[in-house]
């Protein structure tokens, strides 16, 4: 692994030259496309809560910026409504690339600090796995137990609750695409 050290006004950063490789490899996104023109970041939610919009994520993987990508928050924050990837001119599925970011952190072991999104990333991947879809209300019960922020969101969740958004018994309906869909990534995610 060929590294360098890029020297910016907020700090040295670290330079993996085969960074942009692997993500491009793994995502099958053509990442050198990317020009930076903004509209990713115009559609983007998210951004508001991140530290980096997603064009300037983008430019990070360009660079060869591996450690400042995986500290990210942004990464962890992208839902991949593939909205960005629509407003893309060059037709880059940017979610692809966050999904795939998320994805090579948690082999890493990489999270931000005090982050809780790498956590509910993966208790929102086991539950798909386990039932085949989401039942909220048991994923927000298992990240509110594992956070022990119990009763942050009270007041929400009894307004949910009362609207029918938060049903108590799950529709489990097994189906068999999904497991399928784990077996041929290989474990992964």
Same mark, same amino acid.
């Given at each position: 692994?060929?590294?360098?050290?890029? =020297?910016?006004?907020?700090?040295?950063?670290? !330079?993996? !030259?085969?960074?942009?490789?692997?993500?491009?490899?793994?995502?099958?996104?053509?990442?050198?496309? @990317?020009?930076? @023109?903004? $509209?990713?970041?115009?559609?983007?939610?998210?951004?508001?809560? %991140?530290?980096?919009?997603?064009?300037?994520?983008?430019?990070?993987?360009?660079?060869? &910026?591996?450690?400042? !990508?995986?500290?990210?928050?942004?990464?962890?924050? @992208?839902?991949?409504?593939?909205? @960005?990837?629509?407003?893309?001119?060059?037709?880059?599925?940017?979610?692809? !690339?966050?999904?795939?970011?998320?994805?090579?952190?948690?082999?890493?072991?990489?999270?931000? &600090?005090?982050?809780?999104?790498? +956590?509910? =990333?993966?208790?929102?991947?086991?539950?798909?796995?386990?039932?085949?879809?989401? =039942?909220?209300? +048991?994923?927000?019960? $298992?990240?509110?137990?594992?956070? %022990?922020?119990?009763?942050?969101?009270?007041?929400? %969740?009894?307004?949910?609750?009362?609207?029918?958004?938060?049903?108590?018994?799950?529709?489990?309906?097994?189906?068999?695409?999904?497991?399928?869909?784990?077996?041929?990534?290989? %474990?992964?995610?």
């Amino acid at each position: 692994m060929a590294t360098a050290t890029l =020297h910016l006004p907020a700090g040295a950063i670290t !330079v993996d !030259v085969a960074f942009r490789e692997e993500v491009a490899r793994l995502s099958g996104q053509p990442l050198e496309l @990317c020009f930076q @023109c903004q $509209k990713c970041a115009s559609g983007c939610y998210p951004t508001q809560e %991140g530290d980096y919009t997603p064009n300037e994520i983008m430019r990070l993987i360009q660079y060869g &910026a591996r450690d400042a !990508v995986f500290r990210s928050r942004t990464i962890w924050l @992208c839902t991949s409504c593939e909205t @960005c990837g629509l407003r893309c001119p060059n037709g880059i599925r940017i979610a692809e !690339v966050m999904d795939t970011l998320k994805q090579m952190a948690v082999e890493r072991g990489i999270t931000p &600090a005090g982050e809780t999104g790498p +956590m509910f =990333h993966n208790l929102f991947l086991n539950e798909i796995r386990a039932t085949g879809r989401i =039942h909220e209300t +048991m994923l927000m019960l $298992k990240y509110k137990l594992k956070t %022990g922020n119990l009763f942050a969101d009270m007041k929400l %969740g009894w307004q949910l609750f009362r609207r029918g958004k938060l049903p108590l018994l799950p529709r489990l309906k097994k189906d068999p695409a999904v497991r399928q869909i784990f077996e041929r990534a290989g %474990g992964q995610g």
